[in-house]
């Protein structure tokens, strides 16, 4: 370890320390747009030929069982317990709730009732995310996302959802990283429904941002005390020379990616959810990173990044959640470092006057990473998928630790110093 002086970060009275997870990532069993998808020809053959295949198996790219979540929901928060957490983020999966078009499913409804029953007899504060990227398959057929008429259907299945589990549920996020999600399926045609249409890309952005105003407006109906937000996947840029040009890179790069999502959404926002997991360097062009510590995935880990991040929210002046952070580590051999940095960003920021409410880690258990399927592990607890045995691993101790003295405190860095000092 770099000669650091050791000492006590303590963070803000009710700080919110938890993990997060996404329903068609670990409940199973889904049938949605993304469960069709996943088996179509098309994406069979692109695997095949892409020698991914070969590489992690046909299975690995088909969400199947996953984590059975669905059913071992009750077991999992136990678990999250034990590990000191006080907040769980989870998604509700429209497919389940609205199955038939107009038709609720009141079996759906009364799991995800118990599910924040649950979580809340454990004194767990529930985070809901409405739209976590699958949409129903009648939903997919009537034109999906880029229908004008979408944003009528999402308010529609929102209303429901919180008219009925409501009661119990203070925090509100309506969307997930939209922006990834259009930029995948409608721009970069990586993900469902695979198109390369800019047109179609902005018809998308209009519908959900539409979508998440109205939705905003119906939550404060039902309950003007719920806080509401979107989970946004910010980047940290830096440069490296300071040149005008770069300047004015990072600063386009910075307003597209960054802002252009919470600067239209500003009045319809309590707080910023914040999901962050990349670092990029500037250097006459994006991503010119060293890449010198990366995740499994390759993505740089950048110490700071989170810190940077936080600061560049400072001008919406609302609290900050941060909804989701973390990393393919399925050694896990840096995700303790991983931890200590990041909250070392996160004590800091609060200390400079950002009203930083809270930490998700993503993730609760390791789940199906959409396109990359299985293999990446994010989870602080491992699946065993053949058996769904649940296992923290040792960075989720250390996680439980900080938990519990609500921040990072000396004896803790102590006991973990070799996992701490591997990477500093
Ligand atoms: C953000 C997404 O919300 C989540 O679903 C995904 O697994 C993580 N990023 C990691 O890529």
Redesign the pocket.
């Known amino acids: 370890m770099q000669k650091e002086k050791l000492q006590d970060y303590i963070f803000p009275k009710n700080f919110y320390w938890g993990a ?1 997870t ?1 329903s ?2 670990v409940e199973g069993n889904n049938h949605n747009d993304w469960t069709e998808w996943e088996k179509s020809e098309k994406r069979v053959k692109d695997l095949k030929s892409s020698g991914l295949v070969n590489k992690h198996g046909l299975d690995n790219f088909v969400s199947g069982r996953s984590a059975d979540h669905y059913n071992k929901y009750k077991e999992d928060f136990k678990l999250a317990k034990e590990l000191g957490h006080n907040a769980t983020r989870f998604s509700i999966e429209w497919s389940r709730i609205e199955p038939e078009e107009g038709k609720f499913n009141q079996k759906a409804i009364d799991h995800y009732k118990d599910v924040i029953k649950t979580l809340k007899e454990l004194d767990i504060e529930p985070f809901v995310t409405l739209w ?2 699958p949409i129903p398959i009648w939903l997919r057929d009537k034109g999906g996302l880029k229908s004008s008429e979408m944003p009528k259907y999402f308010v529609r299945y929102a209303k429901k959802v919180v008219e009925v589990l409501g009661d119990d549920v203070k925090f509100w996020i309506v969307l ?2 939209p922006e ?1 999600n259009t930029g995948m399926g409608y721009m970069l045609g990586i993900w469902p429904p695979q198109k390369k249409n800019i047109l179609q890309y902005f018809r998308v952005t209009y519908n959900l941002m539409k979508a998440h105003k109205l939705t905003y407006r119906e939550i404060k109906k039902i309950n003007p005390k719920a806080q509401i937000g979107i ?1 946004k ?1 910010n980047v940290s840029f830096s440069l490296k020379k300071n040149t005008p040009v770069n300047r004015i890179i990072r600063c386009l790069a910075n307003f597209y990616w960054n802002h252009v999502w919470l600067c239209s959404l500003k009045k319809y926002q309590d707080f910023i959810g914040l ?1 962050h ?1 990349f670092h990029c360097v500037v250097d006459y062009g994006l991503y010119k990173n060293d890449f010198k510590i990366v995740n499994d ?1 390759g ?1 740089e880990i950048w110490p700071t990044s989170l810190y940077e991040c936080l600061k560049d929210l400072e001008k919406y002046n609302k609290p900050v959640y941060i ?2 952070n ?1 990393l ?1 580590d399925a050694k896990d051999e840096k995700r303790t470092w991983f931890i200590y940095e990041m909250l070392k960003g996160v004590h800091k920021a609060i200390e400079e006057g950002i009203d930083v409410k809270g930490y998700l880690h ?2 609760l258990m390791d ?4 396109a ?1 399927g299985y293999w ?1 592990r ?1 989870g602080l607890i491992e699946i065993d998928y053949d058996t769904l045995e649940r296992k923290p691993r040792k960075s989720a101790y250390f996680y439980r630790d900080i938990c519990i003295h609500n921040g990072i405190v000396v004896s803790t860095v102590d006991k973990y110093k070799k996992e701490i000092e591997k990477f500093s």
């Open positions: 997060a996404a068609h990532q976590h990227w997930n990283e990834v989970a996947q999901n997991y995935l993505w909804t989701e973390g393919a993503w993730s789940n199906f990473e959409w990359e990446p994010f």
